[in-house]
């Protein structure tokens, strides 16, 4: 029903800024959560930053004060504004879809990279 793309991932040096972006195909994109996970190997995916239908957002303690998650309904596309990026931000990051009303729904895309490199 809703299928997220990731773009704009790349090289960055420590401390620059880099702007993923999600868009999602389907209909009734206003109405789902969305979120940004990360994962690197050896490692589970982790949560990074969500935002809710409404607008309401959370950040993983490691990303607080530098990430910043937002919605553009009208494109049916999330954002993630990263800054003073660190090496331990190397990963892949996914963008998912969320929704839980007469059924559960969770789609998530391919991913992204994100290296953090001097």
């Known amino acids: 029903q809703v299928q997220p793309v990731e773009s704009g991932g790349g090289l960055v040096q420590p401390g620059g800024s880099l702007r993923l972006s999600c868009a999602a195909s389907g209909s009734f994109f206003s109405t789902y959560a969305m979120g940004w996970h990360r994962q690197t190997p050896g490692k589970q995916r982790e949560l990074v930053a969500a935002?809710?239908?409404?607008?309401?957002?959370n950040y993983a303690n490691a990303v607080k004060g530098r990430f910043t998650i937002s919605r553009d309904n009208a494109k049916n596309t999330v954002y993630l504004q990263m800054n003073s990026l660190k090496p331990e931000d190397t990963a892949v990051y996914y963008c998912?879809?969320?929704?839980?009303?007469?059924?559960?729904?969770?789609?998530w895309g391919q991913g992204t990279q994100v290296t953090v490199s001097s």
């Open positions: 935002i809710t239908s409404g607008g309401i957002t």
């Open positions: 998912n879809a969320y929704r839980n009303r007469l059924l559960k729904e969770d789609y």
